[in-house]
């Protein structure tokens, strides 16, 4: 298994410090990281105006460092997305597709949808798996074309728990399309990790693993750096090994299925982000040896 970063996860520093892909790449690069996964490129990060053109600069920046470039994560919302407009939303992520791959990343992870707006579009997740499917199976048909793998992450609390997620891709039903599992993500919608990833395990195409500290709905507010799980439970991102994820469990759970990919670090915490991210590399390499 390769152990790699998500650009989201230097967030803090580029708050900070203003500091561009390329920087971060080196950064990624010099702690010890192999890839490096690419959040929604925005093309200023990278000095010029069209995403297109920052991933291929992207692109030859990771290969003159010798640092892979893993998935290419982006959003989307096949129910509310482009003004409701389906046809336009799957036009829009089929571009992504080819940001992907002018960036040279072979799984292209997109959101499926943040859930109904009004009970006249839909009552629950059912109805939106069926509604959404058709369009995500037209854009995975897409991404095949061009040799890169789609999946969707249990994130956004509508289609994050274990059983929706498996609804959804097996409501797609193509070979293109799996499951980025987030071990950490589950804990959004109070799900228990262990359980969760042993749901998902046979549909992985690419892991995100993330760690959070967890309190109790039935205490107070801990404040800053906190938020509601969906079912009003607190948690806070955290170095990955520091929080209550059982990340080894869930990896073992995932070898034990087979996988053999790519395990990424995401960070979302309030700690320094370099020392986090150190941090995260040095334990995840202790599991993985």
């Known amino acids: 298994m390769q152990i790699g970063v998500t650009t989201y996860s230097f967030s803090q520093l580029v708050r900070k410090t203003g500091a ?62 482009s003004n409701g407009d389906m046809q336009a939303e799957i036009a829009a992520v089929k571009h992504k597709v080819d940001v992907a791959a002018a960036l040279g990343a072979k799984i292209m992870r997109h959101d499926s949808t943040g859930g109904f707006k009004s009970p006249a579009q839909g009552r629950n997740y059912y109805d939106a798996v069926k509604m959404i499917a058709p369009a995500i199976r037209e854009v995975t048909r897409y991404a095949a074309s061009l040799g890169i793998k789609t999946c969707t992450e249990n994130h956004g609390y509508f289609m994050q728990d274990s ?62 750096g906190w938020f509601k799980t969906r079912g009003g439970n607190y948690i806070r991102g955290t170095v990955v090994g520091h929080g209550t994820i059982p990340v080894v469990q869930c990896i073992n759970i995932l070898k034990k299925a087979g996988y053999d990919g790519k395990l990424t670090v995401e960070f979302e915490g309030m700690e320094e982000n370099m020392d986090a991210l150190k941090a995260a590399y040095n334990y995840m390499s202790r599991i993985v040896d």
Request: proline share 3%; net charge negative; aromatic share 12%.
């Open 20 to 81: 561009d892909y390329f920087k971060i790449c080196d950064l990624a690069k010099e702690i010890g990281y192999s890839f490096m996964d690419f959040t929604d490129i925005e093309p200023a990060m990278a000095g010029v105006f069209d995403d297109i053109e920052a991933a291929k600069l992207i692109r030859a920046h990771c290969e003159k460092i010798g640092l892979e470039v893993g998935c290419y994560t982006v959003g989307a919302d096949f129910v509310n997305g």
């Open 163 to 224: 059983n929706r997620v498996e609804a959804l891709i097996l409501a797609v039903d193509d070979p293109n399309y799996g499951w980025l599992v987030d071990v950490g993500n589950f804990a959004c919608a109070d799900e228990d990790s262990v359980h969760a990833v042993s749901v998902a395990a046979p549909y992985a195409f690419h892991v995100h693993v993330k760690d959070f500290l967890y309190k109790s709905g039935k205490e107070m507010d801990p404040g800053d």
